[in-house]
């Protein structure tokens, strides 16, 4: 799904960050020639992302002569104490690598296992979990990619991909019904409207001026349950807005279709994953 020169960049990046021009440690310690086998384990339980990103890192770092074997694959729960893959390799490559595949494993596990876990708990409603553009600089991609792997749908990736009215851009722009109509007339046919709206007359406004996508933003359940019913199926509607584990349930049986939350990336715990010598 991730296009390969983009996640090449990223890995050398990181790289460069973390070895600069030498491993005082590694380089100074073990031999050129040495070779060894390590196991990524898994310290948890949770839903596994990223791993072909995380043995690219060793694979950049070593061309020739690098393997591996995948028994847990994207997708795929975790439980604590699972063998992920097997890693054989020059030791200076593995010791090299470590810290960057783990980085982006970790964190890409991460977002899929909360992705999960919120999935889970609306099973069941017509609801679905979405993700935002509040991302982490420069890794958009690999936090989209693993809401995906977790059972999550992706909201727009940048700005290009759909109009998207806030607050800012309506008081901005002279109104909901003066946004709409003047975006309608230079947005392609391709292109969907989203508007927020922050009370149930905007959402009234939000309809009568025909917007594909209205954002509910901070409204109650109470609140959303009503707007479901103004609706009526006129527009899609999403619930935003400091969305937490304890209210998604109650949130996703209002009859809303989508709730976004920006924490399943901006704030998100690492899965815990460990890489060992094992020879």
Do not use: W
């Not at 596994?48 to 995380?54: M, S």
């Not at 970790?106 to 296992?113: D, F, P, R």
């Not at 420069?138 to 290009?160: D, E, F, I, T, W």
């Amino acid at each position: 799904m991730i296009n390969s020169i983009y996640i090449d960049e990223i890995i050398k990046t990181a790289l460069l960050e973390d070895i600069n021009y030498l491993d005082v440690t590694t380089d100074y310690l073990i031999d050129s020639e040495q070779e060894n086998t390590a196991r990524f384990l898994s310290k948890s339980d949770g839903v596994l992302c990223g791993i072909d990103i995380a043995l690219r890192v060793f694979e950049i770092l070593q061309p020739q002569g690098f393997e591996a074997v995948v028994y847990k694959h994207d997708g795929n729960r975790l439980e604590k104490g699972d063998i992920i893959a097997e890693i054989k390799g020059k030791t200076r490559t593995i010791l090299k690598g470590e810290r960057t595949a783990l980085n982006l494993l970790q964190h890409m596990s991460g977002v899929a296992t909360a992705t999960r876990r919120a999935v889970d708990i609306i099973s069941g409603t017509n609801a679905t979990i979405a993700d935002t553009r509040k991302t982490l600089p420069g890794l958009r991609p690999l936090q989209k990619y693993a809401v995906a792997v977790g059972g999550g749908r992706n909201h727009r990736y940048n700005l290009s991909d759909a109009a998207m009215l806030k607050d800012n851009h309506v008081d901005a722009g002279g109104g909901i019904e003066a946004a709409v109509t003047k975006l309608r007339s230079k947005l392609g046919h391709m292109t969907k409207i989203e508007l927020e709206v922050r009370s149930l007359d905007e959402l009234g406004q939000a309809l009568e001026a025909g917007a594909d996508v209205i954002m509910l933003d901070n409204m109650s359940c109470e609140e959303m349950r009503e707007a479901v019913d103004i609706t009526a199926g006129r527009a899609l509607l999403e619930a935003s807005g400091n969305i937490t584990a304890e209210t998604l349930r109650e949130i996703a049986e209002t009859g809303v279709d989508i709730i976004s939350m920006g924490a399943l990336t901006h704030s998100v715990t690492a899965f815990d994953i460990s890489l060992k010598i094992a020879d």
